[in-house]
Antibody
Framework: EVQLVESGGGLVKPGGSLRLSCAAS????????MNWVRQAPGKGLEWISS???????YYADSVKGRFTISRDNAGNSLYLQMNSLRADDTAVYYC????????????WGQGTLVTVSS | EIVLTQSPGTLSLSPGERATLSCRAS???????LAWYQQKAGQAPRLLIY???SRATGIPDRFSGSGSGTDFTLTISRLEPEDCAVYYC????????FGQGTKVEIK
């Protein structure tokens, strides 16, 4: 069974940093592209970043230059380093797996809440 | 960026009724790379449909997707109480963007 478990969320001040983690199990992690998708309170879904199995990386304009996605294939983990955080980064952050060879999301974690507030 | 506009914003129907949800793209979606997700309150999204019309594993056949180009539809043929959720479309033919969602309420 595919499992994605996020951790690392919490309360952080504007301008601060936070690192999110996603522990993956139940599938061959190295062969899948992985993503971060966020959802602000009461709002819709926003894709923010992807990393392929070959470590090609993509970002949404809203986070480019501030967030860094990475992966540890040996440890079956996905990460999101978030710097220069702003109030509008407040959201639940989901780890999501791309379907094999495709770009829709076939598995999701339960999410971790990031709150940016002074 | 391809903008997806979903309508209606909220749909309120009785059990057994048919629900029709629309997703319109600002430009043609390459390869009909359009997915639908269901998100129940307090839960992560769940994949329903991909490739505009293919049901994901384990999804009941009362859910169906159709459309191409710029106009796509998710149909729930006979609503059940557990279908109460927000439904999102997502295009993945040119980067990835989501629609703003349609809330389905069961009377």
């Amino acid at each position: 069974e595919v499992q994605l478990v996020e951790s690392g969320g919490g309360l952080v001040k504007p301008g601060g940093s936070l690192r999110l983690s996603c522990a993956a199990s139940g599938f061959t992690f190295t062969t899948y592209s992985m993503n971060w998708v966020r959802q602000a309170p009461g709002k819709g879904l926003e894709w923010i970043s992807s990393i392929t199995s070959s470590t090609y990386i993509y970002y949404a304009d809203s986070v480019k230059g501030r967030f860094t996605i990475s992966r540890d294939n040996a440890g079956n983990s996905l990460y999101l380093q978030m710097n220069s955080l702003r109030a509008d980064d407040t959201a639940v952050y989901y780890c999501a797996r791309d379907a094999y060879g495709d770009h829709f999301f076939d598995s999701w974690g339960q999410g971790t809440l990031v709150t940016v507030s002074s | 960026e391809i903008v997806l506009t979903q309508s209606p914003g909220t749909l309120s129907l009785s059990p057994g009724e048919r629900a029709t949800l629309s997703c319109r793209a600002s430009q043609s979606v390459n390869g009909d790379y359009l997915a639908w997700y269901q998100q129940k309150a307090g839960q992560a999204p769940r994949l329903l449909i991909y490739g505009a019309s293919s049901r994901a594993t384990g999804i009941p056949d009362r859910f169906s997707g159709s459309g191409s180009g710029t106009d796509f539809t998710l149909t729930i043929s006979r609503l059940e109480p557990e279908d109460c959720a927000v439904y999102y479309c997502q295009q993945y033919g040119n980067s990835r963007t989501f629609g703003q969602g349609t809330k389905v309420e069961i009377k």
